[in-house]
Structures are given as C-alpha cells and as structure tokens.
C-alpha cells in the first residue's frame, strides 16, 4: 500500500496516539472511553501519512471535508496497542486531529510495518 513509507527516513510525521480515559460514574463504577483524551505514549510516534481520495459529509445540513489517510508506523508493543477507540495528535499542529477508522494491520507479513486508515478532519 504505502511501500516508500516502509522505509525509516519517510516517516517524517510525529503524532501523538490518545485515547479517553475511563471516567468514574460517581457511584465508582468506571465508564470506559467516556474521559478527557489523554497521550497514551510519553512521546509522539514517527509516521507515515499517505493521502486517499477524500470525500465530503452532510452533518446538520453543512457541507464537511473529510480527508481520509493511509497512516505507516513501525510495528513495536505501543503501536501493536493502536485501536479504532483512539485517535492521533499533530504533535506539530495540535488542532489536526485523525479519527482511526481501521484498526493496525501487517500490510506485508513481516512484523515490521503497520497499516491503518485515519480521517483527518472527522469527529473523534
């Protein structure tokens, strides 16, 4: 898919991987994801963003942009947590938000790359 993303020196995106915390219902019984977004890694990831063609979305009879992404990380124990609940961070733009659509998959069986589709621009 994005094969030269699969390279270190083309994953020039730094992002943040977030997820919401569980939050306390007041009677002690914890509500998963219902939360602030918080890191869930002491520093960004490096990554790859390979654009896919966008599309546009009717929310409350306005027009919204949607730009759907092609998202290239190295397969290590925190990006094999990555799923479809979290979100990613710009580290360099924070108002740039993805909403992970897919979850991490191995696009070539070899234990060193995933893959996974990220919407910038949608409601996470």
């Given at each position: 898919m994005?094969?030269?993303?699969?390279?270190?020196?083309?994953?020039?995106e730094?992002?943040?991987c977030q997820f919401a915390a569980p939050l306390d219902d007041g009677w002690g019984n914890p509500l998963p994801g219902a939360g602030e977004f918080e890191n869930a890694?002491?520093?960004p990831i490096a990554a790859g963003?390979?654009?896919?063609?966008?599309?546009?979305?009717?929310t409350a009879a306005r027009l919204g942009g949607r730009q759907p992404y092609v998202v290239t990380v190295r397969n290590t124990s925190q990006t094999r947590q990555i799923t479809t609940a979290w979100r990613l961070v710009d580290a360099n733009n924070p108002s740039r938000v993805f909403a992970i659509t897919s979850p991490p998959a191995d696009p070539d069986g070899?234990?060193?790359w995933?893959?996974?589709?990220a919407v910038d621009g949608a409601v996470s």
């Open positions: 994005a094969e030269n993303f699969r390279r270190a020196g083309a994953l020039r730094r992002l943040h890694f002491p520093k963003l390979k654009p896919r063609t966008g599309g546009e979305e009717v070899t234990n060193q995933l893959e996974f589709i």
